[in-house]
């Protein structure tokens, strides 16, 4: 039973949810569940061999394709079935083998096609949907679909006088409403205070700034520093940031450099010979920044605080050998699974070691922090699950992600 403000949910049998307010007066609302959709004859042009390689374990059916991947839970196994041009058959655990969970299928050994070969593939999947539980102004309650957006479903918008109740996250193949499918709203997100000025962590750069300065900021990060997968280079954070900056200091030259290596860690920049144009020294120590923004969600395998200590405290060393500021971004969550988690919601802390680390880091050293884990532990509290803000199901924030970054470095930053 989930209960939010005076509400309380309940799943019941045949897609029915019991809605109590105040304990006392009662809803049934018979809920429509998402419906499957029948794929048929999908062409396929080349299908490798499969191998264990999780979201890339081989072809992926068209219509569950996510930015690099594939959406995960959603196929329905049983019900795919390939023929070759010519008609023929083709036999599951013989010529194929699909993944049920990633939605990839591919040949086995000696099978009856070939790599080159083109087949018709038809399969059935339940898409993603983000639905609301609404009431009106004249207190009745509704179910209103959200848009199902590949990975990413939208929740619908609310018209006026319609109040958020709860959402249902249609997540996967369900044959009933479940107590896990249902985030109740319980409050709006709100901002932590920000840190008084006398002990403002990029001091030097506020002041260049504000006097009018030649300013250069470094994003420095992995592939969601880069955010090649949103096209628009102007929607990205690094940009949406520089832009900010130099709206509220327009005196100022904020210069950005942007340095985003895609499956990178920081280690990875640290190995890298001199003549690499992703080099360590050469790109980050002697850039000559005077503020780092470091935002390393691939940082997350640092589970022993001696390689985390090794690795960092020699970011901390060369910085300070060079008078620069850093802004440390503790990364967003990524998919459930991937972080120990049993679910998207009740969540009371970040499970993952490299966070703990990071955060005691950058209090032990005094460094100004946005810190994203926290603002997508949140979300669930306001009836989204956070997972379905990753274009790719795994760890690649769309848009509104990319908000939440923006707004966390913005809070930050005062214009006066």
């Not at 499918?181 to 750069?205: G, K, N, V």
């Amino acid at each position: 039973m989930m209960s939010t403000r005076h509400f309380q949910f309940h799943a019941l049998p045949d897609w029915k949810l019991r809605i109590r307010e105040n304990s006392s007066k009662e809803t049934v609302l018979a809920i429509e569940p998402v419906e499957e959709i029948s794929v048929s004859g999908e062409k396929q042009e080349q299908v490798p061999l499969f191998t264990e390689r999780k979201w890339l374990a081989g072809a992926r059916f068209s219509q569950l394709i996510a930015d690099e991947c594939s959406i995960s839970h959603v196929l329905n196994p049983d019900s795919v079935s390939i023929v070759r041009a010519d008609g023929m058959k083709l036999r599951n655990g013989i010529d194929f083998y699909v993944d049920p969970v990633w939605g990839a299928f591919g040949r086995i050994g000696e099978s009856a096609f070939g790599e080159n070969d083109t087949v018709y593939v038809s399969y059935c999947y339940t898409p993603l949907r983000l639905d609301s539980i609404v009431r009106r102004n004249d207190g009745s309650i509704f179910q209103k679909k959200g848009d199902v957006n590949g990975a990413t479903p939208l929740p619908p918008e609310l018209s006026d006088g319609e109040e958020l109740l709860c959402n249902l996250f249609f997540d996967r193949r369900r044959g009933a409403l479940a107590d896990s499918m249902i985030f109740p709203f319980q409050e709006s997100w709100s901002p932590e205070p920000r840190p008084d000025e006398t002990q403002c962590q990029f001091a030097r750069t506020l002041k260049k700034l504000r006097s009018g300065e030649k300013v250069r900021i470094l994003a420095w990060g992995d592939s969601v520093t880069a955010c090649r997968y949103i096209h628009d280079p102007e929607l990205r954070w690094p940009r949406r940031f520089q832009r900010l900056l130099q709206t509220r200091f327009p005196l100022a030259e904020v210069e950005l450099v942007e340095l985003g290596w895609g499956g990178k860690a920081i280690n990875t920049f640290q190995c890298e010979p001199p003549d690499s144009p992703w080099n360590y020294q050469k790109k980050v120590v002697e850039s000559g920044a005077d503020l780092v923004i470091l935002e390393f969600v691939n940082d997350t395998y640092l589970t022993m605080k001696p390689e985390f200590d090794r690795i960092y405290n020699r970011i901390r060393d060369d910085f300070q050998a060079k008078g620069m500021e850093l802004l440390v971004i503790v990364p967003h969550f990524v998919r459930p699974d991937w972080m120990d988690l049993p679910s998207q919601k009740n969540i009371e802390s970040d499970p993952r070691p490299y966070v703990a680390f990071l955060r005691n880091w950058i209090r032990e050293n005094h460094y100004a922090c946005a810190d994203l884990s926290r603002r997508f532990q949140h979300l669930w509290k306001e009836g989204i699950p956070y997972n379905t803000l990753m274009r790719n199901h795994i760890n690649h924030p769309d848009i509104r992600g990319i908000d939440l970054y923006f707004q966390a470095l913005a809070d930050l930053f005062p214009e006066r």
